[in-house]
């Protein structure tokens, strides 16, 4: 396995990549590595040295699409490469030197992507923003980082920067990207129209200048922080460089079909401060040249999918199940020959489940159903030209799974983590097995220690945590890091997660319990939203659960009652249709293990409430904190 020395890089705190040799083997230690491809061969030298090239090759072909009045508006992989030149030459204008930080706090859109690359083509360092994020945590960032400049969205996002700005003297700049500077705004504001002039003008007079700046950086120069969700304390600022960027971009690409960037496509639309979306959206559409369209807002997702028809696509297992849910809806609802065709259909499908994985030919009725049902069924969803679906970022049902793969939509589950570039191992054609997060990534080794926890090593793992080296002697151990989950690896190299190491629930009796399968079957019962399981020091486990936001009205309906989310937390008819759930789940887990008592909160948790990460991740701190009191109403 290729692996590149680090040196360390003034306040960064770098560390030292892997070694040549493992840590000596601990009682019940296994290791793992991918079964294909053993070694990643990096060739260029950085990020901007593989753009310059795309820009060359793909010259006046699609490299981003966006909507604008009603219709999708192409840019070509040279006006990517201008815009670039433009906004770097803004940059240098402004003083940013190599090395220094600049923020991106804004929705997927191209000019996420052009601020991003013309960062780095400066030597900057990327750091991405949340847009949920409030002002306080934008003003936490930034300073953190030390960010001389930051890009915004919109008005509502330069608020947030506005609100904060006297607290940050280093920040000198916020670029508005959509919309116009007001009198109040003050000269630290400027728009993005006003940057690329200024940044032309700069280019005109010092044409060597980007050359230069680019041509210098190489691979072990921090590219991007990525900022951890902050789920148990204060985010950290996981230090990406371009080596480990693109020594992951090629990893994936022995994973996944993309040969053709003239015909691939995907579609951008979860947060690109996040490392998911980060790899699949961006850094991999630089390396392998293909088009990218951006989603115009969240719950327009559907409609952009059926109009954009990507071949490949990345979700989050909340994205899978609501999708599940509707396809669901959709042919219970079916009546007459229609209906019975579609029960048959599924029932086929599902019992192809198990071959297809294997790779086998489909039988005779799973051809027939396929036909009849779910080829109408893809392309409903947009998804009809789809060579791969990929989830991850949090635990997802086999039983959705094995749902998308009865409609002829493989979904192969993900595993990683910022620290690791993203993927640290994946299931994928020829080498799946439902229930696992596959084996590892080409390149990469996995280890399990002795007490249960995940280790990985290779070109993707981080150079460490910007100035906090504490914790990044904690998650770099001997060049292995640290994951923080718990798994095996099975027959084969395939990796299974079976919790979170800190998330483990020890019960008042010394039992040890993995919330996250518990609560993974909970949210596939009808009508439920979001299931956080508790118990950790208590004689019993117990739930908090949440009814769907998107099924509040039908559940009304059901019972009889208003669509209002605390009326019908206290409904007794609701009640029982949870309690239905609870005991279908608690009929597959051992007695220790069952939810004894449960309680129903009035909303949905959300990223707006602070529950959740950007990523839909649950806040197990932020949930004990703000529901304390019905936590102990049910152990009273």
Wanted: hydrophobic fraction near 40%; glycine fraction near 10%.
């Amino acid at each position: 396995m290729s692996t590149e020395t680090r040196t360390e890089s003034d306040e960064a705190a770098a560390v030292a990549a892997a070694p040549a040799e493992a840590p000596a083997a601990a009682p019940g230690l296994t290791s793992a590595k991918a079964p294909d491809v053993q070694e990643i061969e990096v060739t260029h030298q950085s990020v901007p040295e593989l753009f310059q090239e795309q820009v060359r090759k793909r010259g006046n072909r699609p490299a981003m699409y966006f909507k604008s009045s009603g219709r999708w508006q192409p840019i070509n992989w040279d006006q990517y490469g201008a815009a670039v030149r433009r906004v770097s030459g803004y940059l240098m204008s402004e003083g940013v030197k190599h090395g220094e930080r600049v923020g991106i706090l804004s929705y997927n859109r191209p000019e996420w992507h052009i601020a991003d690359v013309a960062t780095q083509h400066v030597g900057g360092t990327v750091v991405g923003i949340y847009l949920t994020n409030s002002a306080p945590q934008c003003q936490y960032i930034l300073e953190h980082a030390e960010a001389p400049i930051v890009f915004v969205e919109n008005r509502d996002q330069l608020a947030k920067i506005l609100e904060v700005k006297k607290n940050l003297p280093k920040l000198r700049r916020i670029v508005l990207i959509s919309g116009e500077t007001e009198p109040d705004d003050g000269e630290a504001v400027v728009t993005w129209q006003k940057a690329l002039t200024a940044g032309e003008a700069y280019d005109k007079e010092h044409p060597d200048d980007f050359d230069a700046r680019w041509r210098a950086i190489k691979r072990d120069d921090l590219a991007t922080f990525i900022y951890t969700s902050g789920t148990t304390g204060p985010p950290k600022a996981v230090m990406l460089d371009h080596g480990n960027l693109l020594w992951t971009a090629e990893s994936i690409k022995h994973t996944i079909d993309l040969a053709d960037p003239d015909e691939d496509v995907t579609i951008s639309y979860l947060p690109l401060a996040h490392i998911a979306e980060r790899m699949a959206g961006h850094i991999l559409h630089l390396h392998n040249g293909h088009s990218i369209y951006f989603c115009e807002r969240l719950d327009l997702l559907g409609a952009n999918l059926a109009e954009v028809r990507p071949t490949f696509m990345f979700g989050v297992p909340r994205i899978w199940e609501k999708f599940q849910t509707a396809v669901e809806k959709q042919l219970a609802g079916a009546t007459g020959v229609k209906g019975a065709i579609a029960r048959w259909g599924l029932k086929q499908g599902l019992a192809n489940v198990d071959n297809a994985v294997a790779g086998g030919a489909p039988s005779g009725g799973a051809r027939l159903a396929d036909r009849l049902v779910f080829a109408k069924i893809r392309e409903a969803l947009g998804l009809d030209r789809v060579k791969q679906l990929s989830t991850g970022a949090a635990p997802i049902s086999e039983k959705t799974l094995r749902f998308f793969w009865a409609l002829g939509l493989p979904l192969f589950e993900v595993y990683g983590q910022s620290e690791g570039s993203g993927p640290t191992s994946t299931n994928r054609l020829g080498h799946a097995r439902l229930g696992t997060v596959g084996p590892a990534m080409p390149g990469d080794e996995i280890r399990i220690a002795g007490d249960g926890e995940v280790l990985m090593r290779g070109g993707n793992v981080f150079r460490g945590y910007f100035k906090d080296q504490k914790a990044t002697d904690e998650t770099l151990k001997d060049g292995w890091l640290q994951s923080g989950d718990v798994g095996i690896i099975e027959e084969g190299g395939f990796l299974r997660i079976t919790d979170r190491k800190k998330d483990l629930i020890i019960t008042a009796g010394g039992k040890n319990i993995s919330p996250s399968n518990i609560e993974v079957s909970l949210k596939r019962q009808p009508f439920v939203g979001q299931a956080v399981a508790i118990g950790d020091r208590r004689p019993f486990m117990a739930a908090l659960l949440t009814i769907d936001a998107e099924q509040v009205k039908a559940l009304a309906d059901k019972v009889g009652a208003e669509a209002d989310g605390e009326v019908l937390a206290k409904n007794d008819k609701v009640r029982e249709i949870f309690q239905a759930g609870v005991d279908q789940v608690n009929a597959s887990l051992s007695n220790v293990e069952r939810i004894k008592k449960f309680t129903i909160l009035p909303a949905d948790l959300s990223v707006d409430g602070g529950e959740l990460t950007p990523t839909l991740k649950v806040k197990r701190k932020v949930v004990n904190e703000k529901y304390a009191d019905r936590i102990e109403s049910l152990y009273r």
